[in-house]
């Protein structure tokens, strides 16, 4: 009787990243949604939105929109104002990164004035009217967020206070956080002796020989591969 078999190639470095999906967990990035935004709490004590599009807004000498239609506009008067716009979400567990893209074309060159960046009302980032130059155009702020990828909700908020007198604008578009997320063997429900071949092939760090003997191992008794070492969104491999 003709056996069947599975031809298993699996690489090294595929098994190195097996354990890792990546996910933005932020949602309208780009402010695409406009007013009212389902996923932007909003405020500006003058316009009553920080969102805008060129036409309900201009481009008062800046880009306007990074990408898109809409971007958030921070400041944009020569009186004083305040404006936030802020998203709660989950960050699972794994290595977060936060990005967003910023310009400041139009500078007041005051101290006082600033936008900041925080989660949880930890500031991460504070940009002020005096110190704009990187930001003349469009230039995008990284920030490690890991700190808060706990799997736990957390809020991510940009706020900017702008004092009387001068002009300073803000221009904030495309925020991404994203998060490589972290799986464990565990996490996919496996057990008992699953459980530890699975954990000898993506956790332990196996290599070579000892590697392809787990592989194999696994292979043959359970005729596909762990979770952890297909691609994400895979089929598990039918036998020939």
Known sequence: MRKRTIAVVVSSL???????WAAVVTQDGGFESGVPNSFWDESSSNFGTVLCTVGSCGTGSGTGPRNGTWWAWFGGTTVAEVGRAYQTMVIPSGTATLTFWLE???ASNNPNDFLAVSID???????????????????????????FADG????????????????????VDDVELNV???????????????????????????????????????????????????????EEPMPE
């Open 14 to 20: 595929l098994l190195a990243s097996a354990a890792a």
């Open 104 to 106: 400041a074309r139009v």
């Open 121 to 147: 009302n930890s500031e991460l980032f504070r940009l002020r009217g005096d110190e704009t130059a990187p930001y003349a155009n469009y230039a995008q702020v990284t920030i490690d967020v890991s700190a």
């Open 152 to 171: 736990n909700s957390h809020t991510l908020k940009f706020d900017s206070t702008k004092v009387a007198g001068g002009s300073m604008n803000f221009f």
């Open 180 to 234: 490589d997320e972290t799986i464990t063997c565990a996490d996919q429900g496996y057990t008992g002796t699953k459980l530890t071949w699975c954990k000898n092939i993506c956790e332990m760090g196996y290599e070579g020989a000892t590697l392809d003997m787990w592989i194999h191992r696994w292979v043959n008794r359970y005729r596909d591969l762990p979770a952890c070492a297909r691609n994400d969104g895979e």
